[in-house]
């Protein structure tokens, strides 16, 4: 078994795995980032592997992010985001907001310094680390127990689907640190939720948990933390069961059917029903 693996420790608020032929497939990056990946046939699992520091991020954890996206085998169909240990993430190393900032990385104080060019570059860096989990040609799920602070929600949010343990506690912290949620979190969660509710918990900064989560929208089930690895190995068994190029098109109709109307979502439903009808009987 082999895997890409990134280590760490670096300092974050108290704020507050699985498979069988597995490959390489991200780049090597700083040993303190904490992330790993591994692919077993169709399924990547992306671990969050810092338990002892609840998982806490840095932009050097969203390069990394970017990087598996970059690099994901052909062949995977769901990629399942999980947090080692009794949180998913708790969200930003807090030492990022001090002068020193992580090791070896960007601080808060220092992206400060940076043109409005650079720094733009420096989040959009970020963001590339969370916008691949939409593509259509696969289906990502994240695995959430315990926190999903700030970044760690917005890592749940990028994911189609979340699973979640009756422990996990969402909380959208960013503005209670003065900033605002920019890993591209704001949209599924006003899109899921609605402004108003949206706009209620971001605010309030409140911890929303598993039993709201599922009423929401905001998880597709909840289940006892004990079950949630095998509830996750169920649900992805069940997706790869669909034929991909089916389940591909389909991604990118239910992805695009908000911003369109009904006669521009009709349109599309056309076009991709030609395709599937010449793929599968044009030979015939």
Known sequence: MA??????????APETGEGSDVSTV?????????????????????????????NAQTFATWSAL???????????????VRGEGPSFSAGIDLRMFT??????????????ALGETELE????????????LRRPEIVSIAAVQGHAIGAGFQLALACDLRVVADDVKFCMKEPALGLVPDLTGTKPLADIVGVP????????????GAEEAVRLG??????????LGQTTR??????????HAAATATKRLLRAAPGRTLEEQAAAERAEQVARIRALFASN
């Open 99 to 112: 002068p020193e900032g992580v090791p070896g990385q960007e601080s808060f104080a220092s992206a400060a």
């Open 66 to 80: 970017a990087r598996i996206g970059d690099t994901l085998p052909e062949r995977v169909r769901v990629v399942v």
């Open 26 to 54: 991200s780049a090597a990056a700083p040993a303190e980032i904490g992330l790993r990946c591994e692919v077993d046939g169709e399924i990547a699992t992306v671990t969050l592997d810092r338990p002892d520091k609840r």
């Open 234 to 243: 169920d649900l992805a068994a069940a997706l790869l069961a669909t034929d």
């Open 121 to 132: 570059r420096l989040i959009a860096e970020a963001q590339r680390g969370f916008l691949w």
């Open 3 to 12: 895997e890409a693996a990134v280590g760490g420790d670096p300092e974050h």
């Open 218 to 227: 905001l998880a597709e089930i909840a289940v006892p933390a004990g079950e």
């Open 197 to 208: 509710r949206a706009i209620e918990m971001c605010l309030t900064a409140r911890v929303v």
